[in-house]
């Protein structure tokens, strides 16, 4: 009987330290910073080219515009990852918060386990362009938020990821070849010298 009890409270005491991950932290906050050898103007078009989402984002499947205007602040997005092989795919709603080209681009997400926050920073210095992240991520419910916490504390799985995707984004920035801003050439025009006709 003894055994029981100790049982008993043992594993009440570690789902009462696991609840306790979650209050003390509802949400979990992370972010990456590269710089490019690009202009900010291409760094930004690189960023926003869905043809070179699955380049950079790990799991990427596709993205599918639900309302909005392609890129404007309130439009909406479905978006599907899938986290690894044999697992089923994940989608989420997109949100475009608040976005200024070259500048910023501000991002909601919201499925059935969590709400994700994510802003993009463009800024130009002396070494290039600076590509900043600053993403927070809320489990729904307290149970996911523990989890949530638990894993960001033993392993920093949000960051890790946060780190592998935005280090590719340089990559593909940096070797980029699309010509996002083509200068039209406009067609020269042949003059016509007009024959002098003799009276």
Do not use: C
Not at 128 to 149: E, Q
Not at 158 to 185: C, R
């Amino acid at each position: 009987m003894k055994f029981l009890k100790y049982l008993f409270f043992f594993v009440l005491g570690v789902t009462l330290i696991f609840f306790l991950f979650g209050l003390l932290n509802p949400s979990i906050e992370y972010g990456h910073e590269i710089t490019v050898s690009k202009s900010v103007e291409e760094a930004w078009a690189v960023s926003q080219d869905e043809s070179k989402f699955n380049q950079w984002l790990e799991g990427f499947k596709s993205i599918e515009l639900l309302s909005g205007e392609l890129g404007e602040v309130g439009s909406t997005y479905k978006v599907v990852v899938n986290p690894g092989e044999g697992q089923p795919d994940f989608e989420m709603t997109e949100t475009i918060i608040s976005v200024k080209e070259y500048d910023h681009i501000e991002m909601h997400y919201d499925n059935e386990m969590m709400d994700f926050e994510q802003t993009i920073s463009f800024s130009e210095s002396e070494e290039g362009v600076k590509i900043k992240t600053d993403s927070k991520v809320y489990g729904k419910g307290l149970m996911l938020r523990s989890m949530f916490a638990l894993m960001e504390m033993s392993s920093g799985s949000f960051q890790t990821q946060e780190a592998k995707n935005i280090d590719a984004l340089k990559k593909v920035i940096e070797e980029n070849t699309t010509d996002y801003y083509p200068v039209k050439i406009e067609p020269e025009l042949e003059v016509v010298e007009a024959e002098e006709v003799s009276e």
